[in-house]
T-cell receptor
């Protein structure tokens, strides 16, 4: 157990639908990062939140949004889903800026049918 | 901007063979360097890291030395096991990246018994 909790582990939904992925960071970590990993293995950075505020944005589609709540958990909302959105979605957390690296959750596997 | 280049996979080896996965980086500052491992069906785990030149990170029999002169952080293991089969990611972070991890594309390692 890495200390980063992601739910659900698996999600199957239809095209056009909307889903919410949830992440609880490791205790004491203030930053949350969201990544998408497709079948070709590469990690695509989506967005980062720090202590409730958006800090950095990657290649996140307009159909996707995220937020971090006062208790530091984060949610990634994916709407108007397309087949191509099928992927693994990872959440990671870190303390703050610095050479600490990230702690990853085990991911949510999203399948859009 | 900062970037990380890893050798392309898959890398296929026999059990007990010597492993090297090459990683080179481009950075204007003094980055910290990381190796993460992703076992099948799991999230990424920090394998080892080094925060300054000539540092050697080590864990689970894996080693990597931060070589500033060659801007490299190659991952090595003297005798691999089937259980080492995974995808390995090299990454860096520094002030220029706002301490976000900049990722290599990942190298899939397959160990045959």
């Amino acid at each position: 157990d890495s200390g980063v909790t992601q739910t659900p582990k698996h999600l199957i939904t239809a095209t056009g639908q909307r889903v919410t992925l949830r992440c609880s960071p490791r205790s004491g970590d203030l930053s949350v990062y969201w990544y998408q990993q497709s079948l070709d293995q590469g990690l695509q950075f989506l967005i980062q939140y720090y202590n409730g505020e958006e800090r950095a944005k990657g290649n996140i589609l307009e159909r996707f949004s995220a937020q971090q709540f006062p208790d530091l958990h984060s949610e990634l909302n994916l709407s108007s889903l397309e087949l191509g959105d099928s992927a693994l979605y990872f959440c990671a957390s870190s303390v703050d800026r610095g050479p600490y690296g990230y702690t990853f959750g085990s991911g949510t596997r999203l399948t859009v049918v | 901007g900062d970037s990380v280049t890893q050798m392309e996979g898959p890398v296929t080896l026999s059990e007990e063979a010597f492993l090297t996965i090459n990683c080179t980086y481009t950075a204007t500052g003094y980055p910290s360097l990381f190796w993460y491992v992703q076992y099948p069906g799991e999230g990424l785990q920090l394998l080892l890291k080094a925060t300054k030149a000539d540092d050697k990170g080590s864990n689970k029999g894996f080693e990597a030395t931060y070589r500033k002169e060659t801007t490299s952080f190659h991952l090595e293991k003297g005798s691999v096991q089937v259980s080492d089969s995974a995808v390995y990611f090299c990454a860096l972070s520094d002030m220029d990246s706002n301490y976000q991890l900049i990722w290599g594309a990942g190298t899939k390692l397959i160990i045959k018994p």
